[in-house]
């Protein structure tokens, strides 16, 4: 099944671009349903000139952009990375990242990373700023793609995201052949 595909026109296309990076991000937009459709809606919205390549809530994933395109989501860092916008917030604690609908979006976006690691050829590891300047390529958070190029003051998916948990569920899940769902790629 491929994703549900709701396009954004805020994209730089691109016809050959390497991916290296997958960048996480907090949606700041609630926990409940429907959280990705309001988000991909905002990216619909040419005014809003920011895009991801997938929105995730507990439910659903959404793609706006082809990964082959470059979206408008993390400042500095877009021409070489795939982001991934979760539902939720940047100020959440630990607890927050433990209910079971964090649980879920986690899942749900561990699976869309493996996915996105698994056509790319990127380890799965943590990135941080200094990562990313020196050009390696993995997982990071918008906070270390605004910490590598200073272009950005934007700090999601938050001090307290459960990096360690996330990496173990995008392993399990690349392990798992979990990463059947296909991207919008035409
Ligand atoms: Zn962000």
Redesign the pocket.
Known sequence: MPYAFVESPNVTRAERRRIDVV????M?IGERDGAAAACARWFADPAAQVS?HYCVDAGTVIQCVRERDIAW??RGGNGNSV?I?LAGF?GQGADGWSDPYSQAVLERAAAVAAGVCARHGIPMRRLRGADLRARRRGIG???D?SDAFGK?D?R??GPDFPWQRFLRLVRASARGGDVVERAAQA
């Not at 960048?23 to 907090?26: E, K, L, S």
């Open positions: 960048v996480i991000h907090t700041e991801a989501h993390a982001g916008e940047a958070g918008h906070a793609v950005s934007h999601d998916p």
